[in-house]
């Protein structure tokens, strides 16, 4: 009889290890099927669409009526954007008990990318960006968020939140599909969103009851693959709140829309017309909200402080009948600013203009003629709004009990200050370390620190040496954005973008036969923050600089960044000179101050009398000064000061005061009235 060969086959110890490594490759497998289907599901449209999974519903629902609903009742959204890193830690608390008692129910926070990781794949979550903390006192206080982490955040911030490092790459697309600029993207949401997520109302009633995906797109693109990217990776990542969009016309509604996605407009005239945008897109059956009533504006240098009057004028409609015509029409409204800050450090964003040659940085106060000022005051603009909200919010939606307005915290004019002792810009260098050096001028993104990801803010210094007399130099692209130029030492003037006269050529008065140092102190004033020229806001030199015709090559570059451990290190340093009056170059400057109060009061620091630079207090970079104005005096929180000495340094590039001025008063500069044509 025959045998069949199956019969013959053994089944050794080593067959059966294969058979069941296989079949254990077979579940892996089909487990990570299993699982991939319950992430997509996850990730999935919060509405629903025919590519799309069922989501668990929001807790704030849009699809009742004209009426927002959070557990079933109806939430008529009284809101009031503050940022978290443009407020010390310490009076977090303070203006977010205001904001309450002007009846308020809802804050609007943005998130900057740029600081929250500031060096690429470093995250800080640590003090001024402490956002959890930021978040337990708003549920403390007892509002609701509106949380609106990017990518993109504009809001007059240096590159509209974005990091610098995302411009080493010279081929990048920022806010797009462009995959370098994914998966950076991703990584930061990915670190960002588990820190907050835990505060969404379906957490335990966290305070987060919407998030918004990117930031007016619609001014920007049409990219719905890039909205959409961003839209499912916050859902991937575990936002499960309702998703917004805002954006500020028929066509930026449209094209800044995305499925899925529950639409917000943003305007600052024309309440009919604004509204009506979003009934013709959204439908009738929807809850309507403002999510950015502009309540002042914003300054830039050498401009006026804006204010937007409280009512109608010959300038504009007027706050006070716009709010009202909202709240009539049973609009929600949030006001952007509520409370707006400080622009600390080099922070400040910038604006193009005359279609967009002009350079527009934006100055140090981010005061925006807000309902609280920008040391947290109340001004006449809160009652009002207080007043409006009485008369004209639906019933219900502003409680009887609501807190007392904190005292207010004062500020006082501490003595004024003699300056004891000067750096040079020599001995700053030193401190700097080693140049950088190559043969032609690297912008600040291309420098090789930062963990590669070059320099993002501050100075940089350009020096080489020309081999001859110069007569006349050529730069290829005017100074990114302003270069102070010295010729063997000699300061010899400006080159700047700040018109639009394209600055790029340069002719020297002086110099010798022979070698010839040639020095620009290039300074970032501050990356443009909207506009669709973003990938353009390389800082530095951008190109070649050609003397008399000829290439300049050999080039060394100091990066000034002036972190919080250069200061320090320049603090404690022995390059320190008795204070001279006669430094004609750029130069740290440095005084003391002794204060008795306990805890130290707030102040303003009068700089008329200086000329250009950065301030900092015990370490803490203060941000820009500019004698140029509109403004003079400059925000110094109390906590930023301690009872005892405090130390002050300035970075002053060129005429020094010999003593520094603090007063009880703020000054913002003269007043520039808003009109219709500034929205």
Request: overall charge negative; glycine content about 8%; proline content about 6%.
């Amino acid at each position: 009889m025959k045998v069949g060969r199956m019969a013959q086959v053994s089944l050794r110890p080593v067959h059966l290890i294969r058979w069941i490594v296989i079949a254990l490759m077979i579940g892996a497998i089909i487990y990570w099927y299993f699982q991939r289907l319950k992430s997509r599901q996850e990730s999935a449209e919060i509405i629903g669409g025919p590519e799309s999974f069922k989501m668990p519903q929001p807790s704030l629902n849009v699809n009742g009526g004209p009426d927002f609903l959070l557990d079933g009742k109806k939430l008529h959204i009284l809101s009031g954007s503050i940022h978290y890193f443009r407020v010390v830690p310490e009076y977090w608390e303070d203006r977010l008990v205001k904001m309450k008692a002007c009846g308020l129910n809802t804050i609007d926070v943005y998130v900057p990318w740029n600081m929250h990781e500031e060096v690429r794949g470093e995250f800080d979550f640590t003090g001024i960006l402490d956002i959890e903390k930021f978040l337990g006192i708003a549920k403390k206080v007892g509002l609701y968020v509106i949380l609106r982490p990017g990518p993109y955040i504009c809001a007059e911030w240096e590159f509209g939140g974005l990091p610098s490092w995302l411009l080493q790459y010279d081929e990048m697309q920022v806010r797009s599909t462009y995959p370098l600029y994914l998966e950076a993207v991703d990584r930061y949401f990915e670190e960002l969103i588990p820190r907050v997520a835990k505060f969404q109302y379906s957490k335990d009633r966290g305070p987060i009851i919407a998030v918004q995906v990117e930031n007016e797109f619609g001014s920007y693109g049409d990219d719905k693959p890039y909205l959409k990217h961003v839209r499912e990776t916050m859902q991937r990542n575990g936002i499960r709140e309702l998703l917004i969009t805002s954006d500020n016309n028929w066509k930026h509604l449209n094209d800044g829309s995305v499925d899925g996605v529950f639409m917000t407009v943003n305007f600052q005239s024309d309440v009919e017309k604004n509204l009506g945008f979003l009934t013709k897109l959204q439908g009738d059956d929807k809850p309507k909200m403002v999510m950015e009533f502009w309540s002042g504006w914003f300054d830039h240098w050498a401009e006026g402080h804006h204010v937007l009057d409280t009512e109608p004028s010959k300038n504009h409609e007027g706050m006070s009948n716009l709010v009202k015509g909202i709240l009539q029409h049973k609009a929600s409204i949030n006001f952007y600013m509520f409370h707006g800050g400080t622009n600390f450090g080099f922070w400040n964003g910038g604006n193009h203009g005359n279609k967009n040659k002009e350079y527009m940085p934006t100055i140090t106060s981010y005061d925006y003629d807000a309902p609280l000022s920008e040391a947290g005051d109340t001004t006449s603009k809160f009652f009002t709004i207080k007043e409006l909200f009485k008369s004209y919010a639906p019933k219900g939606s502003v409680p009887d009990n609501l807190p007392k307005v904190p005292t207010q915290i004062g500020n006082m004019a501490y003595p004024t200050t003699k300056v004891t002792h000067y750096m040079t810009l020599d001995n700053i260098l030193e401190l700097v370390g080693s140049p950088i050096k190559n043969e032609k001028p690297l912008n600040m993104e291309k420098l090789p620190i930062n963990r590669n990801g070059g320099q993002g803010y501050g100075f940089l210094l350009y020096r080489t040496t020309v081999k001859s007399k110069p007569g006349k130099m050529l730069l290829a692209n005017p100074p990114q954005d302003r270069a102070q130029i010295f010729l063997n030492g000699q300061d010899m003037g400006v080159l700047d973008r700040i018109n639009d006269d394209d600055q790029k050529v340069f002719e020297f008065n002086t110099g010798r036969d022979g070698d010839n140092t040639l020095e620009l102190l290039v300074e970032n004033m501050g990356r443009v923050n909207y506009g669709k020229f973003l990938n353009g806001e390389r800082k530095g030199l951008l190109g070649e600089v050609l003397i008399d015709g000829k290439k300049q090559i050999n080039w060394e570059m100091y990066p000034m960044e002036f972190k919080q451990p250069f200061i320090q290190a320049a603090s404690a340093s022995s390059k320190w000179q008795d204070y001279a009056s006669d430094v004609k170059r750029p130069a740290l400057y440095k005084a003391t101050i002794d204060i008795t109060e306990n805890p130290p009061k707030d102040t303003f620091i009068d700089m008329k009398q200086w000329e250009k630079g950065v301030i900092f207090i015990n370490g803490f970079n203060l941000g820009r000064y500019w004698k140029k104005g509109p403004q003079v005096t400059y925000y110094l929180p109390g906590p930023l000061l301690k009872t005892g000495k405090n130390e002050i340094i300035i970075f002053e590039l060129h005429q020094s005061s010999s003593e520094i001025v603090f007063s009880d008063k703020h000054n913002l500069g003269p007043v520039q009235h808003v009109t219709d044509d500034d929205e």
